[in-house]
């Protein structure tokens, strides 16, 4: 059913992982992101999958829950892995035809996959274990600053967050509407494409009827209570950085600086 | 004939941490011409559980059967057994999509390949039953109706199937009093008209018991008790309030009058009875 899909794949729990500063979250995962990059050798891969099961461990993820966020993007990984072993020069292994497979190919292959897939699992982790909610929050703080330069930071997070608010909402009006009229013989199934685009139309006009009436009506709950955007608005919970997000930093600190010294030395 | 559930559970979310079980081990029979009044808190498991009556849902584990037939096998048959079955959800309104009411009407009885002339009297038939004039209304366009219309026409569409099972999920929510008892004195008009078999679900005692002849009172997934109106209301009341339902207010003041002493018949549920009750109570004392 629709309403079965799990919203930005938050993971509930209370582990270390999940208690972190959605900012130190947001910048870590951009830090270690792009600290992937500096890894050219085995060993530095052998850190970096250390590390990644460490933090994995550590949130209590399930590895099911993982392996699944891989699933969406396996062709793309698939396709990467081909396109290097293929397209790279160097001595040849094997032949098929006019494609021809390189041991340097081979090589560059497999570390641009893993490459890809640490990338897709560590930037899962960070939605795995920050709610949406929170995780507008930290965009919206770390946005601040630049409210000077005109951006909307507030506004931007605010939209978010609805955004975000009303999608079980609407993923549950769908099946309601959907149901309703299956009930009455409709069928979103079968047929070609045109015909099934033409069915679609007794779930698509009462779906974005409904949609525009619970936007009006948010907006006038929302002015009735005064709301009138960022400024000057306090909040209840305020992000707060504590000595752990202190320590994630080291720890992260210590993990970048052993990838550029492997670099450096295995140069 | 009867719609039978044997067994059912229904697990949403399942294999996550928001897995939850809103039935569990549902038995229950539903015969032909019985009017089943279905109550219980909100969270108790009753929308899931008539969403089963014509296979919406899936049950996790269990079977359901209408009229003998099995509904989640594959084909005609399984198809015609759900389509026995007409359905009306909570705010039905919201899913009226078509230019005018005839068309929104049609949509159903059309899609069953119903001919054109049947569907004509189908749509005349289903507007009377609901009390709106074909000719006032057949051409206007359904999301300049009222509220109260506009939920009319939709179950109108419902009707317009047919149907010999017909399931309400909380028809007069949102409905000022003088539409609740207008949208129930038709379901009742249609109900002894035609013997079709109404399954209504609600959370408001009073309208169910007056007019279900079956009582089904649902509480955390489960069916708690399952009678007539009366012995439940009456004997019961110590599980209606676990099951955090309210007795409906006439039995409620004839227990008083009982406490009070006065020796009247605390198992009637409409006003008329109760009301020649304390009278001859009063002249006996």
Known sequence: MLTDIMLGQYFPGNSLLHLLDPRTKIISTILFISSIFLAETYQAYIILAAFIVFIIALAAIPPTMILRSLKPLWII?????????????????????????????????????????????????????????????????????????????????????????????????????????????????????????????????????????????????????????????????????????????????????????VRIYSK | ???????????????????????????????????????????????TLVQHLNGLLKPSSGM????????????????????????????????????????????????????EEEIETRVKKALDFVGLDFEKFAKRTPFQLSGGQMRRVAIAGVVALDPKYLVLDEPSAGLDPRGRDEIFGQIMNLHQATGITVVLVSHNMEDVARMANRLIVMNKGEILLDGKPKDIFCNHQAQLKEAGVDVPPLTLLMNQFKQRGLEVDSAVIDIATAAQNVYKAVRRG
């Open chain 2, 64 to 115: 359901v059967h209408i009229d003998g037939q099995n509904i989640h096998e594959k084909g005609e048959t399984a198809r015609n057994a759900k389509r026995s079955v007409g359905m009306v959800f909570q705010y039905p309104e919201h899913q009226l999509f078509e230019e005018s009411v005839y068309e929104d009407i049609a949509f159903g009885p059309r899609n069953l390949g119903v001919k």
């Open chain 2, 1 to 47: 004939m009867s719609i039978r559930l044997q067994d059912v559970t229904y697990i949403y979310m399942s294999k996550t941490p928001f897995e939850k079980a809103a039935i569990k081990k549902i038995d229950l029979e539903i015969k032909q011409g019985e009017f089943v009044g279905i109550i219980g808190h909100t969270g108790s498991g009753k929308s």
């Open chain 1, 77 to 261: 990984i698939v396709l990467t892995l081909l396109i290097h072993i293929f397209t790279t020069p160097g001595s040849i292994i094997y032949k098929i035809g006019p494609l021809a497979a390189t041991q340097e190919g081979v090589r560059q292959g497999l570390f641009m996959t893993i490459r890809l897939v640490f990338l897709i699992v560590v930037s899962s982790l960070l939605t795995f274990t920050t709610s949406p909610i929170a995780l507008t929050d930290g965009i919206e703080r770390l946005l601040n600053p630049f409210k000077k330069i005109g951006l909307p930071a507030h506004e931007l997070a605010m939209m978010m967050t609805i955004a975000l608010r009303f999608i079980p909402t609407l993923l549950e009006e769908t099946d309601k509407i959907m149901k309703a009229q299956m009930a009455r013989g409709a069928d979103f199934t079968s047929g070609n494409i045109l015909r099934r685009a033409r069915n679609m139309i007794p779930l698509l006009v009462p779906l974005f009827i409904s949609a525009f009436r619970r936007a009006d009506e948010l907006a006038t709950a929302m002015e009735a209570r005064c709301y009138r955007g960022g400024h000057q608005r306090t909040r209840m919970k305020e992000l707060q950085i504590t000595t752990r997000d202190w320590l994630a930093y080291g720890v992260l600190g210590i993990i970048i600086g052993v990838l550029v010294a």
